[in-house]
């Protein structure tokens, strides 16, 4: 419950802070749509869409990132180790190269795609032939988003002026989002959500080993492929939405097993909070760092996440102050 209203809070937050700060009074006149009309315009067209999608955004990196790591059984497994932003960036850079789709509308559908397939393509090469060890869907994840990574780099050097519509998205930026961006996404976000409802105990009793899971019922392969999927399907929402955010995925679930403890459905729905409220914060300080400018949300997590990296790479754990 304090999570959320700390997230409420900040929520308005998002709302009032900017270039232009603005009072309570205003931010309810614009969404009322009373007072001038350019009060009106920054808080129903820009703010408050913004706003949502940085909601939405770090909801699903929060909860693709407990998923990933309950799933490989690795504290320092991230969605993108799936090859989310690797595919979902190379679907984009095709977009822009081949088809000239320049709004974040047209291309996003194809940054959703490439992070399914990509996504799909790891997991079959890390849970075929190498067998079924968690540690083979890393490694084939980190080779294959190496390779797409080193390819969109290339063709982005090719024409620059073709690709500079990319900076922004590829820099992770909730900056010019509308809430029809948002609407276009849910029914991927609803199905993922539900996915990880239904998935959420016999993920938990994996955790316990194949064999004792085996011998309580559960579907091994089917459950790892649908954990598998709703991890692609939300950090690929998110991804064709903001492009790829850092650290999210990896830093929440941390968090939230430091609160909820080992009980999966509680870090779940913690890491869904907690994924909302870092990612909202990253943009709102994102937009007073350097004043009248923006620094984009990317940039931001990448900050605060780094040194949270750090502890993690040194075997130190987050402790309560």
Do not use: K
């Amino acid at each position: 419950m304090p999570l959320v209203v700390l997230l409420a809070v900040v929520c308005l937050s998002g709302v009032l802070v900017g270039s232009v700060f603005l009072s309570t009074s205003e931010a309810f006149d614009g969404l009322l749509g009373r007072g001038d009309e350019a009060t009106q315009i920054i808080i129903r067209d820009m703010r408050l869409p913004r706003t949502v999608a940085a909601v939405v955004v770090g909801l699903c990196l929060g909860l693709a990132g407990a998923l990933m790591q309950a799933l490989v059984r690795n504290p320092i497994a991230d969605p993108g180790l799936l090859g989310v932003n690797a595919g979902a960036s190379l679907a984009v850079v095709l977009a822009v190269g081949m088809f000239g789709l320049t709004h974040i509308q047209q291309y996003m559908w194809f940054a959703l795609a490439g992070a399914l397939l990509v996504s799909t393509a790891v997991y079959l090469l890390g849970f075929s032939r190498v067998g079924t060890s968690p540690a083979a869907l890393v490694l084939a994840g980190v080779a294959i988003s190496a390779v797409l990574l080193g390819i969109v780099t290339a063709l982005s050097l090719t024409d620059p002026e073709s690709f500079n519509v990319m900076r922004g998205w590829l820099a992770g930026s909730v900056v010019g989002r509308d809430l029809s961006s948002i609407g276009m996404i849910s029914p991927v976000v609803l199905v993922a959500a539900l996915t990880t409802v239904a998935t959420a105990r016999p993920l938990g009793q994996l955790a316990l080993g194949e064999d004792l899971a085996r011998s309580l019922g559960v579907p091994v392969t089917a459950t790892r492929i649908a954990v598998a999927g709703a991890v692609a399907l939300l950090a690929g929402a998110a991804t064709a939405v903001a492009g790829p955010i850092l650290f999210i995925g990896l830093m929440v679930p941390q968090i939230a097993r430091w609160i909820a403890g080992t009980r999966l459905g509680w870090v779940l729905a913690y890491s869904a909070v907690l994924g909302a409220l870092l990612m909202l914060v990253a943009d709102v300080a994102g937009r007073l760092v350097i004043w009248p400018d923006e620094a984009p949300a990317g940039l931001m997590t990448a900050l605060l996440g780094a040194p949270v990296l750090i502890m993690l790479a040194r075997g130190d754990r987050i402790r309560p102050s």
